[in-house]
């Protein structure tokens, strides 16, 4: 009986705790889809009566949320390829091939997990200011990938330890040179990784705020969470748009999350161990 | 095979774009920072070489609320030590038991992780909206008319105002951590405690939570250092108001940089966080020897 209440105590509480994370999330996709009646007293915490759907269009055209969906889109999908490369070839160096420096030049990457963007933000302005640079894609890409880039060499680092070097030596005996056995070994054994690196590098640059708030100041390039600043800013009185915005902004981060959950934990997690 | 591996060419080809990327990015710019910190300087004219002044303005002078942001990084936390990673512990103790529904709890209390915290911060911008957001309408249900505050626009709830979404956010993500730890320990420990006779509780207390010391040392530096640089949440829930009171370290190095062109005293913050984040991520690193060091 004891045992029964105890079990009872501790359902309740993991429920409890469910409620907690999962209501402001319905909470949001609720409210992007009502009228501002609806959500400021008439039916606050219910189903929409009526799925208002221009509350979308709204946030999509005269919030130019689509557009900053599209920039988000671009600067997280570059970012990410080019962290892929640069890592990947990077910790080839740093792991397999044999130079002097190497211990240092790896010590001095995995400080970088460690470094917080504060550190940049001023003088990295400073240099795109001068390179004219501020305002456009790369502005954010380039601190984007150097920012990812120790995490995604430490990830990287750890499935390349486990390719045997037998397959390379193979390989060369086969005529590879370096390039070749890099390329048509190492890379495609590397797959495993390529997902967790994007995984990773996918919700730091999807969610960044900091250096897109400074670096971008044209409507033009801003991403999403610059776009939502500014659309709220806008719509003070109107939450349906808002609550829309919200929700664009979060549904492809959550569709990933429901078909690869699994995957994203523990890529999550292959960030934290050593980090 | 040893020609391969000693290719300069490749090596060069392989490590330039990263070291170049690293080196523009991240190691020049926080000498820069360091430089700047010691210059009286507005960003457009010559910046003047001043040694230490904007560093003694920081911890000296009151005008710009540099004590009581550091004060709140601190409070920040603590609470997170205090109060978000023992709910954390406890989640992940209950879930690594093994029970019913263990995978799907998992998933749940990880997804405020996933979410933008500007996303998370406009949500609860409008939870906390003094007329309409849910927190007042909610008590005024209730009959607690009186309990309705401004919650981020008075300063005695702000801060706190704050830090219940970044609760609310990283419970899970310390809860994965320490679950993944749960579950790799192996399970004959537990087989044999149990036979032994030790309850649960003693389980967790003599078994699991000792084996977990290198995941909570983790966690540990992640609470601390998270606290200590925050910034997202805050710059969009109150950008640090009213007149200071939820001000912490960054938002305030961002106002004085990009808000009143000063750039020395910012960067001299700049330096500040950076050395709070390695002194405590090497402190507690000490401090929580392990038997893997």
């Known amino acids: 009986m004891a045992r029964y209440i105890k079990g009872s105590v501790m359902y309740l509480l993991l429920l409890i705790w469910t409620g907690i994370n999962l209501f402001p999330i319905y909470w949001m996709f609720t409210f992007s889809l009502k009228t501002n009646p609806e959500i400021f007293g008439e039916n ?98 380039i601190p984007y990938t150097a920012f990812a880039l120790a995490m995604a060499i430490m990830i990287c680092q750890s499935f390349i330890e486990n390719i045997p070097r037998e397959l390379e030596e193979a390989a060369c005996i086969d005529g590879c040179g370096t390039f070749g056995i890099f390329g048509r070994i190492i890379i495609p054994l590397m797959k495993p990784a ?41 719509y003070t009185t109107k939450w349906g748009p808002i609550g829309a915005a919200l929700v664009i902004a979060t549904f492809p981060t959550l569709i990933l999350y429901c078909f690869m959950n699994k995957k994203i934990q523990e890529s999550l997690l292959a960030g934290a161990i050593k980090g | 095979m040893k020609k391969v591996r000693n290719n300069k060419l490749a090596i060069a080809v392989f490590i330039m774009p990263a070291a170049i990327l690293f080196f523009m990015i991240i190691i020049l710019p926080i000498v820069m920072s360091s430089y700047y910190s010691f210059l009286d300087w507005n960003g457009i004219t010559d910046g003047e070489f001043i040694g230490f002044a904007n560093y003694v303005e920081l911890f000296t002078g009151d005008s710009i609320g540099f004590g009581q942001s550091a004060g709140n990084a601190f409070l920040f936390a603590g609470l997170s030590v205090f109060i978000q990673l023992p709910l ?67 300063q005695n709830f ?30 004959d420990i537990r087989e044999a405690a149990k036979i032994d006779g030790a309850t649960e509780g003693q389980l967790a207390r003599y078994v699991t939570i000792p084996m977990l010391k290198p995941v909570l040392r983790m966690c540990l530096i992640f609470a601390v250092t998270g606290s200590l640089k925050a910034f997202d949440l805050i710059y969009v829930l109150t950008r640090g108001g009213p007149s200071h009171a939820s001000e912490v370290p960054s938002t305030l190095m961002v106002d004085m940089i990009f808000g009143r062109n000063r750039y020395g005293i910012g960067s001299s913050i700049a330096v500040f966080i950076i050395f709070l984040c390695f002194f405590f991520a090497i402190l507690i690193r000490r401090f929580f020897r392990t038997e893997v060091d």
Request: aromatic share 14%; proline share 3%.
């Open chain 1, 194 to 234: 390529i997902s967790t690196v994007s995984i990773f590098t996918f919700l730091q640059a999807w969610n960044e705020l900091m250096f897109a708030v400074i670096f971008i100041s044209d409507s033009q390039y801003r991403t999403l969470t610059v776009g939502i600043q500014a659309l709220s800013g806008a």
């Open chain 2, 88 to 154: 954390a512990l406890l989640l992940a103790l209950i879930l690594g038991r093994g029970i019913k529904g263990e995978r799907f709890f998992v998933s749940v209390f990880f997804i405020p992780v996933l979410l933008s915290t500007t996303v998370i911060g406009q949500l609860w911008l409008k939870i906390y909206n003094p007329q309409y957001g849910i927190v007042n309408t909610f008590l005024r249900a209730v009959g607690l008319e009186s309990w309705c505050h401004t919650w981020l626009g008075e």
């Open chain 2, 158 to 187: 702000a801060l706190m105002a704050c830090f219940i979404p970044m609760l609310w956010q990283y419970v899970g993500y310390h809860m994965l951590l320490m679950y993944a730890g749960v579950k790799s320990q192996p399970p």
């Open chain 1, 44 to 141: 606050i915490i219910g189903l929409p009566r009526e799925w208002l759907w221009e509350n979308y269009s709204a946030a999509l055209d005269a919030g130019n949320i689509g557009m900053y969906f599209v920039n988000s889109a671009i600067v997280t999908f570059i970012t990410i390829l080019l962290t892929m490369f640069f890592s990947m070839m990077a910790s080839y160096a740093l792991m397999r091939m044999e130079w002097k420096g190497r211990k240092l030049s790896n010590n001095i990457f995995m400080l970088g997990l460690t470094v917080p963007i504060h550190a940049a933000i001023l003088p990295v302005f400073i240099l795109l200011r001068d390179l004219k640079m501020t305002n456009s894609y790369q502005a954010l890409i």
